[in-house]
């Protein structure tokens, strides 16, 4: 039976999310995740899946299942598609793409081999909570599927077209050739999406098109992306800098760091966690959900409402920044990702002051394009067009490892060059 499926792994320290493409039609089949992996009491595989039909609900699964590590998690997944699908399920997946947050200077998806693995190891020092169990999900894999080629899709890959003026700190330059401390990039697969799917709505080719996305969620990030290439974005070496989040502070003095760590005596890792966890929108505001922020700032709240201009100014910010990077010409601002596809408050209140560099928002369409609705909110007089795009970063993996293998068939079953 010919192999007709894609499986994309996103592996965190206690849970493996998934998502299961059928390549004819290529399009996804069933998505889920196996949670609190190691606890025996409360593992359980949630699944879902369209209704054949399309017209009903989607079928839905929970199904408590022990899994100690991710190579049993691995195996109870393979276990589950074979009650669904058939017992040759595993001879079916033609590959498995992998979610990696870091890759350093990785500009591509890769085959995974000896070598690649090794980089994402060495690359664990700048995301020690991300690469070490996107690791385990490799080995994981590589086990169950023997012989399926596994692909790494990596969220810096996309940003490593930045310009050296853009990536690097003003640091000694030791500090960059030693211990490769520079500007990276993350959300790296939402961006590349975004952006693809800007140019289409455009009705322009990618590489002719200069757009500024906007992944706003828990984790935000913007990036400026010039003839469908990264030039500049928000996060740095790691996703702590740049725009302020849920609990990450964002871009932040370095001598804060210093200051509170003399004066409150925190450690590394103490400080690690107020500035990643105990920050952003949960400082400010005591909770790091933004629908009770705008609810409270509504209420008047005064810290929410200083959270929520906070928030709003920071984007506005980076949106003037990328369109002077851009040279001014910019085709189209694109929302995304939790806050950016579903909030038109918030899209109102960062675009409302930008009228004046050509941004110029449509109230109405503004309001209906939520809930996952793809859309153009700008108005007739807007020089920039102002796109709501709902990110797929798995779609985004699914087809760049299609491309991968594909393309590694190809060289495969060209003809040896003459001597």
Not at 15 to 26: I, N, Q, R
Not at 51 to 64: L, N, T, V, Y
Not at 205 to 217: D, S
Request: hydrophobic share 40%; proline share 5%.
């Amino acid at each position: 039976m010919a192999a007709k499926k894609l499986l994309v792994v996103n592996a965190g320290s206690s849970s493996l999310k998934f998502k299961l493409f059928g390549l004819e039609p290529f399009a996804p089949t069933m998505s889920g995740m196996f949670d609190r992996i190691g606890d025996k009491a409360n593992c359980v595989l949630k699944a879902s899946a369209p209704s054949p039909d399309g017209a009903a609900k989607p079928r839905k699964w929970e199904i408590k299942m022990q899994a100690a590590n991710h190579v049993e998690a691995m195996t109870g997944m393979l276990g589950f598609f074979r009650e669904q699908y058939d017992k040759a399920f595993s001879s079916q997946v033609m590959a498995v793409g992998h979610r990696i947050v870091h890759g350093m200077d990785i500009s591509q998806p890769v085959l995974l081999n000896t070598d690649v693995m090794a980089k994402i190891k060495a690359a664990a020092v700048l995301a020690p909570l991300h690469n070490p169990p996107g690791l385990q999900g490799i080995e994981a894999a590589q086990r169950v599927f023997q012989g399926v080629p596994q692909v790494a899709v990596f969220d810096t890959a996309f940003h490593q077209t930045m310009p050296p003026h853009a990536y690097m700190y003003a640091l000694p330059y030791d500090l960059y050739e030693k211990h490769k401390i520079r500007r990276y990039g993350f959300h790296g697969t939402s961006h590349k999406y975004l952006a693809e799917q800007a140019a289409v709505m455009l009705n322009k080719p990618v590489g002719q098109t200069n757009v500024i996305t906007c992944h706003l969620g828990s984790g935000s990030s913007i990036a400026a992306i010039k003839g469908g290439h990264c030039v500049d974005t928000t996060m740095g070496m790691t996703p702590l800098e740049g725009l302020m989040m849920g609990t990450r502070c964002g871009d932040l003095d370095p001598a804060v760091v210093l200051h509170i760590q003399n004066q409150m005596g925190l450690s590394t890792k103490d400080t690690d966690t107020l500035l990643n966890k105990k920050s952003g929108l949960l400082g400010v505001c005591g909770h790091n959900d933004l629908r009770a922020v705008i609810e409270g700032a509504q209420g008047g709240k005064p810290r929410d409402a200083l959270g929520l201009a906070m928030f709003v100014y920071r984007v506005q910010k980076y949106i003037g920044a990328y369109t002077a990077a851009l040279g001014g010409h910019v085709d189209a601002v694109v929302f995304s990702a939790g806050i950016g596809e579903n909030s038109s408050i918030i899209r109102q209140l960062i675009l409302a002051p930008l009228k004046g560099v050509g941004l110029s928002v449509d109230r109405a369409a503004n309001d209906a394009t939520v809930d996952g609705k793809q859309g153009e909110i700008s108005d007739s007089g807007s020089k920039t067009k102002i796109l709501v795009i709902p990110t797929d970063e798995e779609l985004s993996i699914a087809t760049q490892t299609l491309e991968v293998v594909r393309g590694e068939t190809a060289m495969a079953n060209e003809p040896a060059a003459a001597a």
